[in-house]
């Protein structure tokens, strides 16, 4: 007979490794139960069961119950107490915990094992009647809500109205009587809401709660943070179960949560808040207002000295910031988790270069640790300070989540959503978060709450998601209904402006403009340890100075792309550009371009030096010609009287250029074909610019799929070079992003000096996806998992991935020294980079914002193969 499976591991049958199957909260209490540290004694149910039991149609696999039940004994039998027992009850906690961790998002249930009669030996046991009553209530409360569907409202609701009965303000003023009462209100609700008794049988309430525990993994909160967060491939949820301690005892109890380091800044220090006399969840939900750490030394010594040390341990073991959660029972301290602490992108920069300077951690580590895309939050623009002073300030709350955002404020999380997809700027007010709003949060630029602390979950969530939040701002009070919130006399109403400092806590009525910030510091660091250790260039994609200049402060090595088509659009250069679209003939086309060419010149010399000796990289003329021509009637009739054609006419021209396929139709080097003076005017803008400057130019000839399309346009180049350039260096290249230039690039290479891979292109030809309209069915697709992920963000390393391959093997077969470059979207995004460097190209090139995103993500690249 086979081996049974095991189902079932006792916490000292763990380690840290083992999070695919115990999740990572298992894995950290398990581990923590060997390091020594304090941690009530309990067993993790694996995620395996929990893919068993969706794959059996939600049934336990088989052996699961009875592996539960001997672990159960064990427990029963090391503590001396008995589940359900009348006077001596053991009481646990059931907690879902998957190998991500997606604080929030499944469920837990606490002092599970109470009844009327156990309740009664809890008593007896503790002579704490008010603490024994409390534990009963919160236990049919968050029993009620998470395994039996009772809207938590309805138990709030009454706790209220106790509360307002007896005139008090907190729930540590009820008293026992008061509490015992409230245990008969819940019980009710409880019948009255599912039509059943609160289940009194302590082993039926262990096995509702697996069930909840294990459903709790496909409820939409869990399923849309996975989503957001992009979580795949895990197995499911594993379930704990452990011993419970009480924060809630009285005055020498309490609970709180901790960071090893501080996670808005990384600064190294240590950083949490606690609350006495409460229960676990309390903290979190921001009920109360919890009190700073640094608090708990004069409250309990002891219990803040063990726990200082506690967590230096923990985090010398983990080589990793901590966050940890613990409750103390009657001066006695007790860890209750800890895992990798979630930070803002500035303390994960911070804490990454730190750590290696105290040698707990190596340079590659460091490098390794960063999410490269979590670095855009530090690229992005803070408030700018001077506008900042004269702004009107409204209020101030907890710094929750660095950075600046300014938007409409709004009240709900659907309407952030709705409006974000209109395109609006918006921030989620809201009295406090919970995490049912997960996809508003992710939609608004910032988000503010009225209640809650720096561990509430609008902060954690904030943080996670690199977003601005303000959170615990008591001086607003919100309205949702109303769509409004107010602050002294001030009003402010759905669609008002608001801007929020999430470095600050402060609340600003109006926009307040934003700057870039500084790259220096940490982040300087970690930028330089990424530079040794990369071996792909890093360029930008930039047409103007002024994107130049930002991309060199971001340490680009040059410039990938430059599309021409964006100098022909301001005030003058339109109407020119017109004129020679619409002009008789060849003739009047010259005498149109000989107007556009002292604009393209002055454009090129304006980037060249910016850029000094770092290689440019122009593309020719690229978009269908239509694009051009105005299409409002009030438009057309202005430019028809400017040129002096009759309406009829330019319209008759337009319908001309229309085409049912554009951007199959004539453009990119199909334009410099049959127009070959445009090539000659911008040849001519290009070299002219490159002389008086001594620039090195890279001429790239567009949308290539043919050789004898490049032969053509580059005979047109080289005869401009020869009589404008003499013998100064300069380069001819092209784009590869049609398909057949791929598979014909051995043929193109001959003549080519270099390529830049156009994957927008490639990738809209390759899949046979139009940019323009794919919107329409490709987040279908990727929810489907027919395609993993957008291939217009994310290159499809299989597919078009093949094409870049093929064309990378047979350039260089073809010319030895071939430059190879990407220019598409997918050269700055951190899986794509990765491919990049695999494959072979020289560089990478991306918008300005992120380069230090490619510079990274090329140090990881290279850092992974010598992984492997
Ligand atoms: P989450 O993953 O949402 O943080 P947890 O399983 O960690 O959920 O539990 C929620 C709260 O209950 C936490 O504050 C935790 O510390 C507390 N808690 C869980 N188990 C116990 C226990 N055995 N004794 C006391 N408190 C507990
Ligand atoms: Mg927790
Ligand atoms: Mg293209």
Redesign the pocket.
């Known amino acids: 007979m086979a081996k049974k499976k095991k189902y079932v591991y006792s916490f000292n049958e763990g380690k840290k490794e083992m999070k695919e199957l115990l999740g990572g ?1 298992g894995a950290n209490l398990a581990e923590m139960t060997t390091m020594g540290i304090p941690v ?1 004694p309990g067993f993790t149910i694996t995620t395996e069961a929990c893919d068993e039991f969706y794959k059996l149609g939600k049934k336990y696999p088989e052996a699961m119950l009875k592996q539960v039940e001997e672990k159960l004994k064990e427990l029963e039998e090391k503590m001396d107490m008995k589940l359900g027992d009348p006077t001596n009850p053991l009481l ?2 059931v ?3 998957a190998a991500v961790s997606m ?2 998002m ?1 469920d ?1 249930v ?1 002092n599970l094992g109470l009844n009327d009669i156990s309740v009664q030996g809890l008593i007896n046991k503790t002579k704490n009647e008010r603490f024994a009553w409390d534990a009963y209530r919160r236990f049919i409360q968050m029993f009620g809500d998470v395994v039996m569907n009772v809207e938590h409202a309805k138990f709030e609701e009454a706790l209220s109205e106790a509360k307002a009965t007896k005139g008090v303000e907190y729930d540590t003023d009820l008293d026992a009587a008061d509490l015992k009462k409230l245990v008969e209100t819940y019980k009710q609700i409880v019948k009255k809401e599912t039509d059943q008794d609160f289940p009194q049988e302590p082993k039926k309430q262990l096995r509702m709660a697996i069930d909840a525990v294990f459903g709790s993994w496909n409820n939409p909160r869990a399923i849309s943070y996975r989503k957001i967060h992009d979580i795949k491939g895990l197995l499911g949820t594993a379930v ?1 179960v ?6 809630n005892m009285g005055k020498t109890s309490g ?1 709180g949560v901790a960071f090893t380091r501080d996670p808005a800044t990384g600064e190294n220090k240590f950083y949490g808040e606690f609350l006495m006399n409460a ?3 309390d ?2 939900a921001g009920i109360r207002t919890p009190k700073p750490i640094i608090e708990l030394e004069k409250i309990m010594p002891d219990c803040y000295k063990q726990l200082v040390e506690i967590y230096k341990k923990l985090e010398t073991h983990y080589k990793e910031m901590q966050d940890l ?1 613990f ?1 103390i029972q009657e001066g006695k301290l007790f860890l ?2 800890t895992r990798t602490g979630k930070r803002t992108a500035a303390a994960a920069v911070r804490i990454a270069v730190e750590m290696v300077d105290e040698k707990l951690i190596t340079k590659e580590e460091a490098l390794l640790r960063i999410d490269p895309n979590q670095l855009d939050q530090l690229l992005h623009p803070q408030l700018d300070s001077v506008a900042k002073q004269e702004a009107e300030l409204l209020a101030k709350g907890l710094p929750a989540s660095p950075g600046a955002a300014v938007g409409e404020a709004v009240f709900t999380a659907d309407k952030a959503r709705d409006l974000t997809e209109e395109g609006h700027d918006v921030i989620l007010v809201r009295t406090e978060t919970s995490p049912e709003d997960i996809e508003g949060m992710n939609a608004a630029k910032g988000i503010l709450t009225a209640r809650g602390g720096m561990t509430s979950h609008a902060a954690v969530v904030a943080r996670g998601m690199g977003k601005c939040c303000v959170a615990g701002c008591g001086d607003i009070t919100v309205n949702e209904k109303a769509g409004q919130f107010s602050v002294g006399d001030t009003i402010i109403k759905e669609g008002d402006f608001i801007t929020l400092d999430g470095s600050t806590g402060e609340l600003f009525k109006d926009k307040i403009p934003v700057v870039d910030p500084e790259l220096s510091g940490n982040f300087g660091t970690l930028m330089k340890w990424a530079d040794e250790a990369r071996k792909l260039g890093v360029r930008t994609n930039a047409d103007t100075p002024k994107d130049a200049k930002v991309a060199i402060k971001f340490g680009a090595e040059g410039i990938g792309l430059c599309r021409t088509e964006h100098m022909f659009f301001e005030g003058e250069r339109i109407k020119a550009v017109r004129e020679m679209i619409l002009a008789k003939d060849l003739e009047g086309r010259k005498k149109t371009l000989s107007k556009l060419l002292p604009f393209q010149k002055q454009d090129f010399v304006g980037l060249f030096k910016v850029m000094k000796d770092k290689p440019v990289t122009i593309r020719l003329l690229d978009p269908p010609l239509h694009e051009f021509l105005p299409k409002e009637e009030k438009d057309i009739q202005e430019l028809a009287k400017e040129i002096g054609v009759t309406i009829e006419k330019l319209k008759a021209k337009i319908s001309e250029l229309h085409e049912f396929n554009p951007m199959l139709g004539h453009r990119g080097c199909r334009l410099g074909i049959t127009y070959p003076e445009i090539t000659e005017m911008q040849a001519r803008a290009i070299f002219e610019a490159a002389v008086e400057t001594g620039a090195v130019p890279e001429v790239m000839i567009p949308l290539v799929g043919h050789v004898k399309e490049f032969i053509n346009q580059k005979q047109v180049v080289v005869k401009v070079a020869k009589e404008i350039m003499k013998d100064k260096p300069y380069k001819v290249g092209t784009m590869i992003e049609v398909p057949r230039g791929a598979l014909t690039a051995d043929e193109i290479a001959k003549e080519a000096e270099f390529f830049s891979f156009g994957t927008n292109d490639l990738t809209q030809m390759g899949c046979g996806f139009s940019r323009d309209d794919a919107g329409k069915f490709l987040k279908e697709y990727v929810e489907l998992g027919i395609y993993e992920k957008d291939p217009f963000q994310v290159l499809d390393q299989e597919g078009v991935g093949q094409l870049v391959q093929i064309a990378v093997k047979k350039g260089k077969k073809a010319r030895k020294n071939l430059k190879l470059g990407i220019c598409g979207e997918h050269g700055g995004e951190p899986s794509s980079v990765e491919f990049c460097h695999r494959v072979g190209l020289t560089y990478v090139s991306c918008s300005p914002y992120r380069v230090p995103i490619a510079r990274l993500a090329a140090a990881q690249a290279v850092l992974k193969a010598s992984k492997k």
Request: hydrophobic share 35%.
């Open positions: 909260k009530p646990v906690s907690r879902s915990g604080p929030g499944m837990t606490l704990n452990q011993i419970m301690v009480f924060g609970t229960q676990g969840e903290v979190v959660e409750t209750l988790q």
